[in-house]
């Protein structure tokens, strides 16, 4: 701690990322990376990039990648937002839409990195309790609130929402702004963006971090109504011009429009994450259903933390989360079939103790 920390700072808690390990020893099934590798278009793409162009600043809207996006979801260029991976959208949008005069709500089991940006701007927030078997309970939000905020499959549980389901709240509740955050919608979830030309209480966040395999290139999305985005680029503005750079820009475009490679890929995880439900149930584990790729699984007689080490000691990274609700489960990125029939045997030698 320095001295010239503002009392804001001191009193923060950062979100806490899953462990990058510097050896690639591990599975690592901590972070819902994608295990396949990003389509070969980007590739091609990176290679054929002519380096002259990084002299010159990018665009500053993000052109590139809006016109993709644009495309592949057949909506208007100006109903989409940019940003330097989804957690800065997310960041953007805590700011552009709340204040200290304005409080949001959202589960209290969902992304843990809500709540951290609430704190960062001094946003006031209600953490509203899920069902017991995990799923959103909308029945409880506050009439008071100004924003909704859940990941849509919901994170880290894999629970998911139908955009019907979504649309009756958007109806019933036109003053409050809903951010739904599609992170892992990919993975067999119907996406609400087709309602954004509906609804102007609604922003939906994607990012190519997961469905895409491009987490090291940083690319997050938001689709709005235009005034929802317009607010959005003032913030963007008042903070960083260029978020994307132009490397990025032209890579996420390549994979975003290569649909076949998309589908095939997201489908083998989808397959796999179903058998690897199928296989941990047989064994006794209790296994949410999930629409992600990712599951959310508790073994029977081990705590989370001390199943997390036993895989860990196998070579296996998981994720767990010290809340009272879910400490005794873990999330476990789905990998490819070779690295899930490995946990599977894994997990059942630790039962077998
Ligand atoms: C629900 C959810 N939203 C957003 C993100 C952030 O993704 P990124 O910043 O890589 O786009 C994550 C990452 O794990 C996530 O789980």
Sequence with gaps: MSRFWSKNTKNLTPYVPGEQPKDRKFIKLNTNENPYPPSPRVKERIQNFKL??????????GAIIKQAVAKHYDIPERQVFA????DEVLALAFKTFFDNTTKVGFPDVTYSFYPVYCALYEIPFVKVPVKENFSIDFTHYGKDLKGI???NPNAPTGSYVSP???EELLKERPDTLFIVDEAYIDFG?????????MYDN????????????????RIGLAMGCKELIEGLVRVKDSFNSYPLDTLAQVAAE?????????NDTRQKIIETREWTQRKLRELGVKVQDSMANFLFVSIPGISGPEALLKLREQGILVRNFSMPKISDWLRITI?????????VQTIKKIMAG
């Design 335 to 343: 990998g490819t079939k070779e690295d899930m029939e490995f946990l």
């Design 202 to 217: 609604l922003l939906v966040v994607h990012t190519l971090s997961k469905s895409r395999a491009l987490a090291g290139l």
């Design 83 to 86: 940003g330097n991976g989804s």
């Design 149 to 151: 905020i859940f990941a």
């Design 164 to 166: 019907d389901v979504i």
């Design 254 to 262: 390549a994979a975003i429009l290569d649909t076949q490679y998309f």
């Design 189 to 197: 979830g119907e996406s609400c963006v087709p309602l954004i030309s």
């Design 52 to 61: 002259d162009d990084l002299r010159l600043y990018p665009n500053i809207e």
